[in-house]
Nanobody, 122 residues
């Protein structure tokens, strides 16, 4: 099981980025997928998650109304669309997979990808 996160970069406040999480070596369809982020000196926190059949999506309060999560099982990919980005969104973003319920608890995820850096700055 491998996950590859990509799409990070430098963006100005108010800008947008779309992160992708591509699975290889397994089929993502039955997995819940979570997006997490870790800023320097801070603990890793849950940003959003999506259940295996798109029934459940959740967002941490600080990104509600700005981020959306979606999945394309045919492409074995989950996306995190990030709009109206703020400097506080600066962090390394990780995706993770779990066969359990969709949750934003770090401890519930078995498989993790490497991170992709998002920097929001003018």
């Amino acid at each position: 099981v491998q996950l590859q996160a990509s799409g990070g970069g430098l963006v100005q406040p108010g800008g947008s980025l779309r992160l992708s999480c591509v699975g290889s070596g397994f089929t993502m369809d039955p997995y819940s997928i979570g997006w997490f982020r870790q800023a320097p000196g801070k603990e890793r926190e849950g940003v959003s998650c999506i259940s295996s059949r798109n029934i459940i999506t959740e967002f941490t309060d600080s990104v509600k109304g700005r981020f959306t999560i979606s999945r394309d099982n045919a492409k074995n990919t989950v996306y995190l669309q990030m709009d109206s980005l703020k400097p506080d969104d600066t962090a390394v973003y990780y995706c993770a997979a779990s066969l359990g319920w969709a949750t934003m608890r770090v401890s519930e995820y078995e498989y993790w990808g490497q991170g992709t850096l998002v920097t929001v700055s003018s």
